[in-house]
């Protein structure tokens, strides 16, 4: 069993790449090395220190509302320029396999890492409440799910109703 300091806690999740990991409880400075994790942080108010500029550029793009959350954020291109990543001090690094799996052993070394098994795009909603259960926020995330799905609900009945 893995034991951590006073100040984390295990994460562990059947998606997990790797094993279980101790991340710090209240995560200050996160890098997200994917649209859905950079995605699902900034619908929680978290503003992560390091992401993927085409991650920026589609979030300011599709969720205009958000752009005060990304102006702080540092782009570490793509691949992820490792001195780069390295050099904003994360104490999390959060992201997809794929890409980031390429590196996860450098990224486990600069901070405890995160990736969670994705598949394909339709497991975006189980790769975001990944995310806030990694930096502790899943009830927040999941209450966001659920009026994310009280807005589509009502939208497909509107639909319905007017025969479009």
């Known amino acids: 069993m893995t034991e951590c300091p006073a100040d984390e806690r295990v994460f562990d999740h059947e998606k997990l790449f790797g094993n279980a990991v101790c991340v710090p409880e209240l995560p200050q400075r996160i890098v997200s090395l994917s649209g859905v994790s950079t995605e699902a942080l900034v619908a929680l108010g978290i503003s992560p220190v390091g992401t993927l500029l085409q991650v920026i550029d589609d ?19 793509s691949p992820p320029n ?56 899943a009830e927040a995330l999941e ?13 497909q009945m509107r639909l319905t109703e007017s025969d479009i």
């Not at 001195?83 to 799996?101: F, K, N, R, W, Y």
């Open 59 to 77: 979030i300011e793009e599709y969720y205009p509302d958000y752009a005060d959350l990304l102006v702080e954020i540092d782009d570490l291109g």
């Open 143 to 155: 209450q966001l799910l659920l009026e994310y799905e009280v807005a589509t609900d009502a939208l």
């Open 82 to 137: 490792i001195e780069a990543l390295t050099a904003l001090d994360p104490d999390l690094i959060i992201g997809l396999t794929g890409l980031a799996s390429d590196f996860y052993r450098q990224l486990s070394q600069i901070a405890p890492t995160v990736l969670f098994e994705f598949e394909d795009s339709s497991a975006w909603k189980e790769a975001s409440l990944f995310t806030a259960d990694a930096v502790g926020e």
